[in-house]
């Protein structure tokens, strides 16, 4: 057996020493950290603060996918990624070593199918010789680049995965039981794709960590292979990029993983079934629309510019008018079904912030003309946040008045939140993992408003 392995590998010792770099040559990088957003004393609607300098957070410096000259995502050992290509990539990489391109589909259906035993080794398969998985095993894995350090499971049967990352760090999964700890449905798995978050929503946990990690492809899907292991292929119904991190910051590595998702050989979801969320990287939106039929989500939380630029500062650089002029273009998406033809709008209730019943009725104007349902979602606290959600009268009286406009509009229960596993709690910022200064808190905009015209 070693000298089949050795055979196969002297023909590729040239193309793997070509394709995997010497890292001790690589050049070292100081990295500057983000400099804090300086808030003029502009506040108004028609002169907001200045606008935050993306590029300083480019996931170029954070730990992109690992790939070779060639595109090929590898793991720490230097082995290929399996789970970090499409099927289509997977053929061409198999033509490349000299392998016969229809492999890949039965690779796919032992890495991901409801029917086998979505095998955790090339060692485990049964679907092929023990020659050929002799030969994948020694340049190739199965495994996904991050390995179960914990389960946490509150009272209504909610899960926090905790995972430990190759390379370093700690990222965090949801599972979520649709009726309860022992009740029938679904479960949603919710799965980060970067380790802290660039965006800076002022609400959420996750942003005080800052970006330090871009996630795989075969890491995002190898969330969703550990939930199936765990709960049984047909328990796991949804899967929604809502965990940590904004998924359209690493678009290449989200399209990836949700082709993966959705392909009938791979993971066979639904593209109803699989939701990716944005704060609102307009580009990158436009491009996920022109090249996924996954459902697409918009964390909108504000109706002005004035608040929204506050509370999610990426508001500064793609502003309402901007997401919302996408947005009117691109749905409904007509050739998708009736599921996607429209936008789902995510609605965080921040008491005194957002929930006013001006917002309501802006909220039913931008409805007119983009058809689109809005879910309003409980703001979950966390230590030394300045906000503090809605009461219940308020969300209730304001969903009334979106459903009497005309809009359909539903309100999402918190889940999970006693183990910081709900929405917006993700994350460990007090981890030193490539840690980074805290980003900037935003000061709210009306109350130095209010301060000038004190002083006036």
Not at 297 to 316: C, E, F, G, Q
Not at 408 to 420: A, F, H, K, V
């Amino acid at each position: 057996m070693h000298r089949v392995a050795a055979s196969f590998a002297r023909p590729l010792a040239s193309h793997i020493a070509r394709d995997v770099p010497n890292r001790a040559c690589r050049p070292t990088h100081r990295r500057r950290a983000p400099p804090h957003v300086v808030v003029g004393r502009a506040t108004s609607a028609d002169n907001p603060p200045p606008v935050p300098e993306l590029a300083l957070y480019s996931t170029h410096s954070v730990g992109a996918a690992a790939d070779d000259a060639d595109g090929v995502p590898r793991l720490d050992d230097g082995r290929v990624a399996l789970k970090g290509m499409r099927r289509s990539e997977l053929s061409d990489w198999l033509e490349r070593v000299g392998e016969k391109r229809n492999r890949a589909d039965g690779l796919f259906r032992e890495m991901y199918s409801r029917e086998a035993s979505l095998a955790k080794s090339a060692l485990d398969s049964d679907g092929f010789g023990e020659k050929f998985l002799t030969r994948l095993n020694a340049i190739a894995s199965f495994e996904g680049g991050l390995e179960l350090e914990s389960v946490r499971e509150a009272t209504d049967g909610t899960k926090k995965l905790t995972y430990k990352l190759a390379g370093g760090g700690v990222v965090e999964s949801v599972l979520i039981p649709a009726n309860g700890k022992d009740g029938p449905g679904r479960t949603t798995v919710c799965v980060s794709s970067q380790l802290g978050c660039a965006m800076n929503c002022q609400f959420c946990y996750t942003a005080k960590m800052g970006l330090r990690k871009n996630l795989t492809a075969a890491q995002i899907v190898e969330q969703v292979v550990q939930a199936r292991r765990m709960l049984g292929s047909d328990a796991v119904s949804n899967v929604v990029f809502m965990g940590m991190g904004e998924p359209l910051h690493n678009v290449d590595e989200v399209l990836r993983a949700v082709d993966v998702l959705l392909d009938n050989k791979g993971l066979a979801f639904s593209r109803n079934k699989v939701t990716v969320s944005t704060s609102g990287l307009v580009p990158q939106m436009e491009r996920f629309l022109s090249e996924s039929e996954a459902s697409l989500a918009v964390s909108l939380n504000a109706t002005t510019d004035y608040i929204r630029n506050w509370i999610m500062p990426i508001n500064r650089k793609y502003n309402l008018e901007s997401l919302l002029g996408l947005l009117r273009r691109e749905f409904p998406r007509k050739t998708l079904g009736r599921h996607q033809r429209q936008v789902f709008f995510e609605y965080i209730m921040l008491e005194g912030v957002n929930d006013t019943d001006e917002d309501a009725e802006r909220l039913i104007e931008i409805a007119r003309d983009l058809p689109c349902k809005i879910n309003l979602i409980y703001f979950n606290t966390h230590e030394g946040s300045e906000f503090r959600c809605s009461d219940q009268e308020r969300i209730q009286a304001f969903r009334q008045k979106i459903v009497d406009g005309g809009v359909m509009c539903t309100i999402r229960q918190s889940r999970g939140d006693e183990e910081m596993s709900a929405c917006g709690q993700l994350g460990k910022p007090e981890d030193d993992f490539n840690a980074k200064p805290m980003p900037p808190r935003m000061k709210d905009p009306r109350t130095r408003v209010q301060t000038r015209a004190q002083r006036m």
